[in-house]
């Protein structure tokens, strides 16, 4: 919550798999969290994202985010930051699951024959 420079690493990481499809991802608000944590995560997924769409796949980031209009960070201009960059923003972790879940099963005869 505080340095992203791990979670941000991840993503890079991840970004190179070509069978990834979807992101979930948690972002937290308020006193000892990141002072932009949008800010910064935004970079990162545009970053992942351009990286699918050039390879001619689209990579969708799902990402919850906990916080209040008076917190240090304001959720709403979090929120702004993140939905620029082409996130889908919940207010819940069980609903960016839920999406998550959705997204990574559409047309779910690759994921079945990866698994297997």
């Known amino acids: 919550m505080i340095n992203p420079a791990d979670r941000?690493?991840?993503i890079e990481d991840?970004?190179?798999d070509a069978g990834m499809r979807v992101l979930l991802l948690d972002v937290v608000l308020g006193h000892g969290s990141h002072p932009d944590p949008a800010g910064d995560l935004s970079k990162v997924l545009a970053d992942a994202k351009?990286?699918?769409q050039e390879s001619g796949c689209y990579l969708s980031c799902?990402?919850?985010l906990c916080g209040?209009?008076?917190d240090a960070q304001n959720i709403t201009e979090q929120r702004q930051k993140l939905e620029e960059c082409g996130a889908i923003v919940t207010e819940s972790s069980t609903e960016?699951?839920?999406i998550a879940g959705l997204i990574g099963t559409n047309?779910?005869?690759?994921y079945r024959a990866r698994e297997a």
């Open 107 to 110: 047309g779910g005869g690759y």
């Open 14 to 16: 991840e970004a190179k």
């Open 8 to 10: 941000n690493k991840r």
């Open 96 to 98: 960016a699951a839920f």
């Open 62 to 64: 799902v990402v919850s």
């Open 50 to 52: 351009r990286m699918f």
């Open 68 to 70: 209040t209009d008076q």
